[in-house]
C-alpha cells in the first residue's frame, strides 16, 4: 500500500464528505477510493469512518489521523515546492499590504534592499490599517501585527514588539500616574479602532495574574500616529506598540505607566495563501524579512 496515497485519499475522503466527490477531486474511480481506505484502515488495524447512507463522520482514531495526515501532506507539498521553485528566478510584480506605520517606520527602509537584491521583482506595496482579504483583494502577501495567526492562510512569525501604555509629562502632571490598571477607568484615553481589545484593556500582573478595565474613549483613531499625536500633545493616555512610540519613550516625551503590568506582545507576521505552488517572489519575500528582522528588535530596546 502506497501509505502516502493513502493519506491523500483518506484525508480528500474527510474534506469533501464523500467518497464519490473525494474520487471526482482526485480524478479516480470511487472503487480505488473505497480500496485506499479499506486497506488504510486494515493496515492501521482501526475504522477510521463511520459510514452510513446518508453522511461519514470520523471516529476518534480517524480524527487524531486527519489531523497528523495532514500536516503531513502539507509539509511533503512544501518540501515539494521548495525543491521546484529553488531554481527559478524570482520576477514579476509583487503586491504587498502593511499597515500603515509599520510600513512607513520599519519596512519602508527595508524595500531598497530587497529590490537592489532582487532587481526583477517589481515591488506593489500598499498600506492599509485594517485587515485585507489578500484571496479577495489581489494580494501575493500581507504584514500583519497581531496576538494571534491566521485561521485561513499561512502566518509566519517575523519578529514581536511591546504593547506600552503610556501618557506625556503633562498630562500626568495635570491627571496624576495611575498606580492599577483600573485607575485608567478614571482617566481620558485614546484608543485605536483596530485593537483587538476595543475599549477593554487587559494586562498581566508580575505574578501572572490577569487584570482587565473598561476604559472611556475621549478619542479613537484607525492609525496609530493619530493617537501618537494626541498623546504628545497631552490628551491622554494611550497604548501602542513599542516600534511606534519607543523612542518617544526613551527621549521622555512620553512616560510609561504601569510599569508593574504588562499587555501581552503582539506579533509581526507575514500572511500568505498557501504552501502549495508559492512562487519564488513571494518565498524570498518572506524569507528576506524573516532574516532582516530576526532577533531583539531595535524598538524593543531597554526602556530608561
Known sequence: MDRLRAFEVFVTVVAR????????ALDTSPANVTRYVNELEAHLGTRLLNRSSRRLSLT???????????????EVAETEALASTASLQPRGRLRVNAPLSFGILVLAPLW???MAKY???ELDIVLIDRIVDIVEEGYDLAIRISRSGSTSHIARRLSRSRNIVCASPAYLAAHGMPQVPADLARHVCLGY????????WQFVDAAGDPHSVKVRWAMRANNGDTARAAAL???GVIWQPSFLIGEDVRAGRLVEVLPGFRMPDIDIQAIYASRRHLSAKVRVMVDFLADTL???????APMP
Open 233 to 235: 500633545a497631552g490628551a
Open 17 to 24: 464528505g464523500s467518497f464519490t466527490k473525494a474520487a471526482d
Open 112 to 114: 531598497p534592499r530587497f
Open 193 to 200: 479602532t483596530y485593537g483587538a481589545t476595543a475599549d477593554e
Open 119 to 121: 532587481p526583477e521583482v
Open 60 to 74: 476518534e482514531g480517524g480524527e487524531t489521523l486527519y489531523e497528523r495526515a495532514k500536516s503531513i501532506l502539507e
Open 294 to 300: 530576526a532577533g531583539t528588535p531595535a524598538w524593543d
